[in-house]
Nanobody, 121 residues
Framework: QVQLVESGGGLVQDGGSLKLSCAASGLDFRGYVSAWFRQASGKEREFVAQMRYTKLYNDFVRGRFSISRDNDKNTVYLQMNSLKPEDAAVYYC?????????????????WGQGTKVTVSS
């Protein structure tokens, strides 16, 4: 059974930092593209960052967020710096087989339960 468990969300002030973690089990982690998406209240889920061998970021987080992974720990991370109120959302990690752009939620096979990030102004 594949399981993705996220942690690290919470409340932070404008300009603050958080580090999200997503631990995977039940699959060969190395073979998957790992990604972070987010979904703000009333909005669609949107791509934040992904990596397998290279890293790709959405423009709105480039330079502030950093995705990384530890294949030995089956864990993917998202370091978020200079957080803004508009970054507030539920953040989801996802794993998918490499099959395309890996920018769309539909391209991912497994999802975590989400971790909420709140940024106060």
């Amino acid at each position: 059974q594949v399981q993705l468990v996220e942690s690290g969300g919470g409340l932070v002030q404008d300009g603050g930092s958080l580090k999200l973690s997503c631990a995977a089990s039940g699959l060969d982690f190395r073979g998957y593209v790992s990604a972070w998406f987010r979904q703000a209240s009333g909005k669609e889920r949107e791509f934040v960052a992904q990596m397998r061998y290279t890293k790709l970021y959405n423009d709105f987080v480039r330079g502030r967020f950093s995705i990384s992974r530890d294949n030995d720990k089956n864990t993917v991370y998202l370091q978020m710096n200079s957080l803004k109120p508009e970054d507030a959302a539920v953040y989801y990690c996802a794993l998918g087989q490499p099959r395309g752009s890996e920018l769309l939620p539909t391209e991912y096979d497994y999802w975590g339960q989400g971790t909420k990030v709140t940024v106060s102004s």
